[in-house]
């Protein structure tokens, strides 16, 4: 009983940001993210009768503690969900997403380890389903089943049963591009899981977030479709910016931005002022994504490396959604 599955990061242009029931990961509002190509998990699930509990690698390395944990409970609702509770798996994932890089591998992560368990048990399920799971081990990677544009509805069930990604436009309706700047001190001091749940529960200005989402996540649809690039990155940056805001109406008040991380932002201003299509998104971490259109690739490159404390500079297409191997 055994499978292989290749799942790719994505970045929200839509942030998930809050959650309406932790256990089960339902989120407060809908999200919209754009799935990469370059940067993906590959993960093997091998369940035998034999063992008496999981183990887990990660790049050949045996991992414990509470990266084990995650996985292991994360297991458990799949074979509870396939009514072979004291079955367990070897799982060795292979991750294609270097910090270096700048994105979080989790979303991959959870993705691929979905489903490679669900296939490795033969399930027959569909991507909703598989969407559905996914989101219970984290929100963010139920929207890397599909490639190109995908949405996460958020659902109003309080069993999670209406609260799944759905493909918007598959990776080959519009060749947008992605630089991910990556900065020298990205030291993270507030998971995005504690981060989201303080604003959620503290910040004045959360209900001014989540009276924006709605026409956000409605216009950048709409561009999406007609690819208004100006469009679609204006509402991105525009909503990344409500999303960060809600961070300093918290108690106490965090941000994730650091100087270096201004410093990106205003460049991407520049560039913009030069003429020059460019918009920035960040996620709760201190690096910054920013969209571009093909044809500006080799410019947008050359202007961001040479910005002060910048360390990396990693360039994406839209990628593909899940696959087995
Ligand atoms: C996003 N982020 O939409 C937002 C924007 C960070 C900022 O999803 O607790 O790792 O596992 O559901 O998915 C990061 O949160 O959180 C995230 P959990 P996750 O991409």
Redesign the pocket.
Known sequence: MKATAKAHTN??LI???GKRNEKL?LPTNS?L?LTLDGFYTETTVNFNEELTEDTFSLNGTTITGNQYDRVSKFLQLIRDHAGIPNVYADVHSINHVPTAAGF?S??SGFAALAGAATKALNLDISDEELSKITRQG????CRSIYGGFAEWQMGEKEDGSDSFAVPIVPPDHWDVRMAAVVLSDTMKDIS??VGMKRTVDTSVFYEGWLSAVPHDLAEIKQGIIVKDFEKVGAIAESNCLK?HATTLGADPPFTYWLDKTMRVMQKVREIRAMGIPAYFTI??GPNVKVLYLPEYESKIEQILREIPGVSNVTLSKPGQGISYL
């Open positions: 970045i929200a942030k998930y940001w990961i999200s993210s979080a989790s979303a984290s929100g963010s990677a995005s899981r999303m996620d709760a």
